[in-house]
T-cell receptor, first 114, second 111 residues
Framework: AQSVTQPDIHITVSEGASLELRCNYS??????LFWYVQSPGQGLQLLLKYFSGDTLVQGIKGFEAEFKRSQSSFNLRKPSVHWSDAAEYFC????????????FGAGTQVVVTP | DGGITQSPKYLFRKEGQNVTLSCEQN?????MYWYRQDPGQGLRLIYYSQIVNDFQKGDIAEGYSVSREKKESFPLTVTSAQKNPTAFYLC??????????FGDGTRLSIL
């Protein structure tokens, strides 16, 4: 069965510092991978997606993610965080069946300090 | 603007009562999904629907029911059989291989 692991439940980062959020997946084939961001009390907004091709994917809000098949990882990065990046971040993989279901990680809460 | 509208934003339920959460989309998407979100557990799939008049159980369907009579609407009923209904509920839709779009959620609490 597919699974998604986000090892870090909570990360604190200073404004202006770099950020990296980890995501590992268990999947038998080439996965479709996503990162979503959620502000408190809101729905999820898509940051970026990986389907195939270039393993470094650019997203919105200055985020990027790198797909590494050898490590079964899809880590999210941002070179310099802003206070508005404080939110919860979810990694997700599209399941193998034909129903388009997403399997989500448990999420990483990002706190940005001044 | 096209999008997904969930209503109400906050909902309170008495013990033993059924409540229905609304999800409407004007994106003309075929597929729609309901998720439950609890702290520290990410999103778990309750029900999903690929086309009108068809839907499938997700991972945690017990105590919930849905209908899909119209393409744009996918209401979720939380029945009295759901013993721990307090959660944040998210509706999503998608078309083909494109990513899911999410509504802003409904927070359900028990009085």
């Amino acid at each position: 069965a597919q699974s998604v692991t986000q090892p870090d439940i909570h990360i604190t980062v200073s404004e202006g510092a770099s950020l990296e959020l980890r995501c590992n997946y268990s999947y038998g084939a080439t996965p479709y991978l996503f990162w979503y961001v959620q502000s408190p009390g809101q729905g999820l907004q898509l940051l970026l997606k990986y389907f195939s091709g270039d393993t470094l994917v650019q997203g919105i809000k200055g985020f990027e993610a790198e797909f590494k098949r050898s490590q079964s990882s899809f880590n999210l990065r941002k070179p310099s965080v802003h206070w508005s990046d404080a939110a919860e971040y979810f990694c997700a993989v599209l399941t193998t069946d034909s129903w388009g279901k997403l399997q989500f990680g448990a999420g990483t809460q990002v706190v940005v300090t001044p | 603007d096209g999008g997904i509208t969930q209503s109400p934003k906050y909902l309170f339920r008495k013990e033993g009562q059924n409540v229905t959460l609304s999800c409407e989309q004007n994106l003309n998407h075929d597929a729609m999904y309901w998720y439950r979100q609890d702290p520290g557990q990410g999103l778990r799939l309750i029900y999903y629907s690929q086309i009108v008049n068809d839907f499938q159980k997700g991972d945690i369907a017990e105590g919930y029911s849905v209908s899909r009579e119209k393409k744009e609407s996918f209401p979720l009923t939380v029945t009295s059989a759901q013993k721990n209904p307090t959660a944040f509920y998210l509706c999503a839709s998608k078309e083909g291989d494109q990513p899911q779009h999410f509504g802003d959620g409904t927070r359900l609490s028990i009085l």
